[in-house]
């Protein structure tokens, strides 16, 4: 006799919402740190090199402990690893409004990454755990994907002001008062989940060998614009950080409890689906920060003013998430990821041509409302292909790998544009040299959108629409991820 289904959790929708708040939370700070580095830097004495690590030190923390993240998850019981990392990311916050040197705010940002690695993927997991496998859970992680949308859009709109009224502090002091909040309703929302294993392992050399693999590509990459591409420092450190994730590859096929089982790392969807996640993930952090630099350093906006311009971005990706999860149940993960990068080249070869006497309804709005919609679209239709199939007792690290794909991605692109901008800059005008390196970054964006369509076609496995079932919901097996 089979039996019946389980009831679901009559708590799941607030569950969502509460969720939703953390992922609200991680995002608002990076973009809104992003808008108060000038502000940072003066009054903490950055030297023009150092502010960048304001970025970097979350960046390099937050990606590269992303799997161990997951994993302890997985192990030690979702809930509990998740408000952990709550307390974690509401004191480092706290360190960070503080900070009295540099070097202190630059430490404080990297426990916050540390902090974000824990929740991201913790989040997500329990999402995973809290809905089925059909329309239900579809719909979650669309609602999921597009609170990082309007986390993006509250950042652009209220980080000019607090930082000028209240001061630069205060965007990190925000993340306390939302931080209790998350900690007071998490025991009564959540419910605690863990990998059924007979055994806790947390596969110590593996651990170690993923995690040191990703730090050192990720300080690479993040370092190369300083270094130089062809530096010692640019080639030997992705060169160290393939030869560790060999060493990892080694360990896990050989281990009775892996980090990362090899089935996962054997599937052509999942492997394609990160993939594409990487290359969107360089085209939105490369699009964004060359960007602000034309429209700040080329066009003279303020901080104010430039993010109530490109309130049209963010909003636009959370459209085309929405579009993208209802598109993805009836015609499938691959077309949904093919059709958003292109509207994400697009976009960005349309930013491409971008004068220095620019103006934002002509020169700007167009190329954005194209890529916003494509990066939503294709951020659902990817992390669907990476999260297919995935067993309830692997969610967490495939939640990890996905999410790292994605802000590795972002260290990528940014590094890659940086480079491109600085080497196409001649020796013109200076607004002039700024603007003709500008362009040549935006096309750089166009050509990673490009490579990410090519994965997507060869890479991400064909599907069809899914299965009507009863009272005409559409139920597919693909998961999603923001």
């Known amino acids: 006799m089979t039996a019946p289904p389980p009831t679901p959790d009559p708590r799941r929708w607030s569950a969502l919402a509460l969720l939703c708040l953390a992922g609200f939370m991680v995002i608002l700070d990076s973009q809104i740190v992003v808008l108060a580095l000038p502000s940072v830097a003066d009054g903490l004495g950055f030297s023009a090199s150092g502010t960048q690590w304001v970025m970097s030190a979350y960046l390099v923390s937050f990606g590269g402990l992303l799997l161990l993240g997951g994993r302890t998850a997985d192990l030690l019981g979702r809930r509990r690893v998740f408000m952990t990392g709550t307390v974690l990311f509401g004191l480092s916050s706290l360190l960070c409004g503080f900070a009295w040197t ?22 997500l997991s329990i999402l995973l755990n809290t809905f089925e496998e059909g329309h239900e859970r579809n719909k979650a992680l669309a609602i999921w994907s ?169 909003a636009g ?7 993208g999860q209802a598109l993805v149940t009836r015609i499938g993960a691959r077309p949904v990821a093919v059709g958003g990068l292109a509207l994400v080249g697009m976009g960005s070869l349309l930013l491409a041509g971008v004068p220095v006497a620019g103006g934002f309804a002509r020169d700007l709005l167009p190329g954005l409302l194209l890529f916003g919609p494509g990066l939503g679209a294709c951020a659902v239709a990817g992390s669907i292909a990476a999260l297919t199939g995935v067993a309830e007792r692997e969610s967490g690290v495939a939640s990890g790998i996905n999410t790292a794909a994605f802000q590795i991605g972002g260290a990528f692109g940014v590094a890659v544009v940086t480079s491109v901008a600085v080497s196409h800059a001649d020796k013109a005008e200076r607004l002039a040299a700024l603007t003709q390196g500008y362009r040549a970054a935006f096309t750089a964006c166009a050509v990673l959108a490009a490579a990410g369509v090519a994965c997507a076609l060869a890479l991400v496995r064909r599907s069809g629409p899914t299965v009507r079932t009863e009272r005409s919901w559409d139920v597919t097996v693909r998961q999603v991820r923001s």
């Open 102 to 123: 540099a070097g202190v705010l630059v430490a404080a940002r990297a426990v916050q990454g540390v902090s974000a690695a824990v929740m991201a993927p913790t989040a």
């Open 317 to 323: 990706a959370v459209v085309g998430s929405y579009a």
């Open 146 to 314: 597009g609170s990082g949308g309007f986390g993006a859009t509250a950042a652009l709109l209220i980080g000019g002001p607090l930082t000028d009224v209240l001061g630069w502090q205060w965007v990190f002091f925000l993340n306390a008062p939302v931080a209790l909040l998350l900690l007071a309703l998490s025991p009564v929302l959540l419910r605690e989940s863990r990998a059924e294993a007979r055994a806790r392992s947390y596969d110590p050399i593996g651990a170690l060998t993923a995690t040191a693999a990703l730090v050192i590509c990720v300080y690479a990459v993040v370092e190369a614009p300083r270094a130089g591409w062809l530096s010692a420092q640019t080639l030997g450190l992705p060169a160290l950080a393939a030869a560790l994730a060999l060493l990892f590859l080694r360990v896990e096929a050989r281990s009775t409890a892996p980090l990362v089982p090899p089935r996962l790392l054997r599937s052509p969807s999942v492997s394609g689906g990160n993939l594409v996640v990487f290359l969107l993930g360089s085209c939105a952090f490369g699009m964004s920060y060359t960007l602000s630099q034309y429209g700040q350093g080329v066009l003279g906006l303020s901080p104010l003013r430039f993010g109530l311009y490109n309130v049209v971005m963010p």
